[in-house]
Structures are given as C-alpha cells and as structure tokens.
C-alpha cells in the first residue's frame, strides 16, 4: 500500500508540472519562427524551461502587448528583454546575445571604422534603433543625408540590395536568415558587415523570482550538456547563417 501511494503521489506531481506561460514575440526568423514555438531564441527557452522541470506553454504576441501582460500576471515570462524593460521583473542571465551590424553592399566601396561615418550615408535601421542604440547613434543619424526605421526585414533588405539606401543598421542573423537577398533583377549581392556596435544581450523577464533562479540554473546545465550548442547550430545551419 505504501509503494503504491508512493506511486500514485509521483503521477499527480507529474501530472500537475508547473506551467510556465511565456511570452514570445511576432515572427523575426532565425530567433523566432512563425507560430512562436520554434526558432533559436524559443527553442534554447524551451530546453531550458523543461530542463528546469517546467513546462511551457508559448504565448505569441507583440512586444507592448506582451510587456502589459507581463505586467499584470497574465503570463509567467517573456523573451528577448533587456533590464529595465519593466519594473517589478526578475531577468535571467543572458540567453543569447543579439549582432548589430552596419551592413552594406561589398561592391559600393564603403567601408565603415568608426560610428560617425554613418553622418555620410543613407540609412535604414530597425525600429527604434535611435532610442536602444545610444545617444551618439542618433546624434550621427540627424546628420545623414536619409535616415528611416523599419520594422520589416523584408523591407530593409529590398532597399538596400536595390539600393535606395546604403547602409542598413540591424541584427546580422535576421539580415541573413530573410529570404530576400536579391535586387530586383534577381540578381544577389555580397555584403560586408561592420560590428560598429557592441553585442546586445537578451533576457528572459520572470514575475517571480524563484522562477528566474530555476532558469538560469538550467541554462548553466543546458550548456554544460552540449545542447546549447547543438540547438544554435541547428539553426545556423537551417539558415546558412555567418
């Protein structure tokens, strides 16, 4: 009697796993993919949360919507944040590390050493860029003869290769990981990216504490294990990414 209350006590823990809800953002291949349960960044969230014993259920959303409901508890956690992206939240160690590059085509002859060359030429950055890149980024910008934000990969990526602009400001895997990299002949182009930025680290945000403490306990294990790697290779060779 005893082996089997011991038995039935396991099956119900088993049975009532802690749920974490985890909000992910819209679609921005290679780091999340259509549907919000894959990509690079779901994918090394996911192991790590079930690793830690949890069991995560995807929550796609855009970001303010996500943030407001991070906010008032209706989901448990959420991707890709920076601290103080929301008071009263508990951030994880660094997940991964997002690669801002100046990109531009290798046949027009730029070339890019130093943040204010960029005062020379027409820009195309990610959406708020000028606020998350620093104040001497967009004190450059305000001085290049064009300067736009574009929340579409798609469209920072036709307007470069057809040149309209010469210069796009963003992650470098995204930039590979979208499909268009033609100009309008159909014909590719190589490109050089400069790394004019530092590396940007990306967080998960926990409304408890002992949530965030269960994570990065995982992470440590997730790479310990060889499966961090694993996962980001993965991806990098879905993509053909640098």
Do not use: W
Not at 49 to 62: D, F, I, N, S, T
Not at 105 to 115: A, C, D, H, K
């Amino acid at each position: 009697m005893l082996r089997l209350l011991l038995i039935c006590c396991l099956f119900a823990a088993g049975a009532h796993a802690d749920i974490v809800r985890l909000a992910v953002g819209l679609a921005k291949p290679p780091y999340v993919e259509a549907g919000g349960k894959s990509g690079l960044e779901v994918t090394l969230a996911l192991a790590t949360l079930r690793r830690a014993g949890h069991q995560p259920l995807v929550v796609q959303l855009p970001q303010a919507r996500g943030l407001a409901m991070l906010d008032s508890g209706r989901v448990d956690a959420m991707l890709s944040l920076v601290p103080g992206s929301l008071e009263g939240v508990f951030y994880s160690q660094p997940l991964l590390h997002y690669r801002n590059r100046a990109i531009v085509l290798q046949g027009s002859g730029i070339v890019l050493t130093e943040l204010s060359q960029l005062a020379q030429y027409r820009v195309v950055a990610f959406q708020n860029a000028r606020r998350l890149l620093g104040d001497e980024f967009r004190r450059t910008v305000e001085r290049a003869p064009g300067y736009a934000e574009q929340g579409d990969q798609d469209i920072q990526n036709r307007m470069l290769f057809n040149r309209r602009v010469d210069v796009v400001i963003g992650d470098e895997l995204i930039f590979h990981a979208n499909p268009t990299q033609r100009d309008l002949n159909n014909r590719s182009q190589p490109v050089i990216s400069y790394p004019l930025f530092p590396s940007s680290p990306r967080h998960v945000g926990f409304r408890r504490e002992r949530l965030r403490q269960d994570f990065d306990a995982a992470l440590q294990q997730l790479k310990g294990s060889g499966e961090y790697e694993r996962i980001q290779q993965f991806y990098r060779d879905k993509y053909r990414l640098p």
